[in-house]
């Protein structure tokens, strides 16, 4: 779908989040958003080419290993993946947000803004963990929450080999909370997203439940009206990255030349 106006924009990002029995507006879809249309949802682990999934359980041995004077009271497997992906190590995680400005802000934040589409990818948790097995179903619903933490994964899907095997040929895909590792995890509203099969992507699985995910394109012609409202609105790089680092990619862009 394609956004025709800011205001049609705000729509197509916020339809179906009335939830009759909260009597709330209560989204169940996490976004994510990229700064080309063309560009897909692969993980980082997938990036590194070859057989990747072959060295995913080396990464993290080795990032557990050199890592363990700093985060030492980290003691399980969901932990330290968050963990590695917060830091920028190859996984098979992906980022999301419970909001759907932050994932604009990472849709229109590119140096080439306006000069293509870019997109917001969403998708509903909820519809995604009623299709788990009846046993990790179960335990979230015992939960009473519509999302996992590392604790209730470490609790379910302790391993590797856990994760890999769920399914019975069929692609699971869980969205999980990171702890607060630091303050950019919660000023971005962060959520990871992990697929059973590595070799996988969202693609993938959402083309097999279209039901359940949504390409929301905003054309180029739009792109830099959704900047300008973000950054007065106060979606910006000095709020969802605390500290210089932060401060100092927003004020390049604030004071970048636009070039339409």
Same mark, same amino acid.
């Given at each position: 779908?394609?956004?025709? =106006?800011?205001?049609?924009?705000?729509?197509?990002? $916020?339809?179906? #989040?009335?939830?009759?029995?909260?009597?709330? $507006?209560?989204?169940?879809?996490?976004?994510?958003?990229?700064?080309? =249309?063309?560009?897909?949802?692969?993980?980082?682990?997938?990036? !590194?080419?070859?057989?990747?999934?072959?060295?995913?359980?080396?990464? +993290?041995?080795? $990032?557990?290993?050199?890592?363990?004077?700093?985060?030492?009271?980290? @003691? =399980?497997?969901?932990?330290?993946?968050?963990?590695?992906?917060?830091?920028? &190590? %190859?996984?098979?995680?992906?980022?999301?947000?419970?909001?759907? *400005?932050?994932?604009?802000?990472?849709?229109? /934040?590119?140096? @080439?803004?306006?000069?293509?589409?870019? +997109?917001?990818? /969403?998708?509903?948790?909820?519809?995604?963990?009623?299709?788990?097995?009846?046993?990790?179903?179960?335990? &979230?619903?015992?939960?009473?929450?519509?999302?996992?933490?590392?604790? !209730?994964? @470490? /609790?379910?899907?302790?391993?590797?080999?856990? &994760?890999?095997?769920?399914?019975?040929?069929?692609?699971?895909? $869980?969205? *999980?909370?990171? %702890?607060?590792?630091?303050?950019?995890?919660?000023?971005?509203?962060?959520?990871? =997203?992990?697929? #059973?099969?590595?070799?996988?992507? +969202?693609?993938?699985?959402?083309?097999?439940?279209?039901?359940?995910?949504?390409?929301?394109? +905003?054309?180029?012609?739009?792109?830099?009206?959704?900047?300008?409202?973000?950054?007065? /609105?106060?979606?910006?790089?000095?709020?969802? *990255? %605390?500290? &210089? @680092?932060?401060?100092?990619?927003?004020?390049?862009?604030?004071?970048?030349?636009?070039?339409?």
């Amino acid at each position: 779908m394609y956004a025709e =106006s800011w205001s049609h924009l705000c729509g197509l990002l $916020f339809e179906e #989040s009335w939830q009759e029995p909260l009597g709330r $507006f209560r989204s169940h879809y996490a976004y994510k958003g990229l700064s080309s =249309s063309e560009y897909m949802l692969t993980t980082t682990l997938m990036r !590194l080419r070859g057989d990747f999934p072959a060295v995913e359980r080396h990464l +993290i041995r080795n $990032f557990k290993k050199y890592a363990q004077r700093d985060v030492s009271t980290i @003691d =399980s497997l969901w932990n330290w993946v968050a963990l590695a992906q917060h830091h920028g &190590l %190859p996984t098979r995680l992906l980022d999301w947000t419970y909001s759907p *400005f932050v994932a604009l802000h990472f849709a229109t /934040a590119g140096h @080439d803004l306006g000069h293509h589409d870019s +997109i917001v990818w /969403a998708i509903d948790y909820v519809g995604a963990h009623e299709l788990l097995p009846d046993r990790q179903r179960k335990a &979230l619903r015992e939960e009473g929450s519509d999302v996992w933490t590392t604790e !209730l994964l @470490d /609790a379910h899907v302790p391993t590797w080999e856990a &994760l890999n095997g769920l399914g019975d040929g069929e692609d699971v895909l $869980f969205f *999980f909370e990171p %702890p607060s590792l630091d303050q950019r995890i919660v000023n971005q509203y962060a959520l990871f =997203s992990v697929l #059973s099969n590595p070799s996988r992507t +969202i693609e993938e699985w959402a083309g097999v439940h279209p039901h359940l995910a949504k390409r929301i394109v +905003i054309p180029k012609e739009l792109c830099w009206e959704v900047r300008d409202k973000l950054d007065q /609105a106060n979606i910006n790089e000095r709020v969802l *990255f %605390p500290g &210089l @680092d932060g401060l100092s990619m927003w004020l390049r862009r604030h004071y970048r030349q636009v070039d339409r």
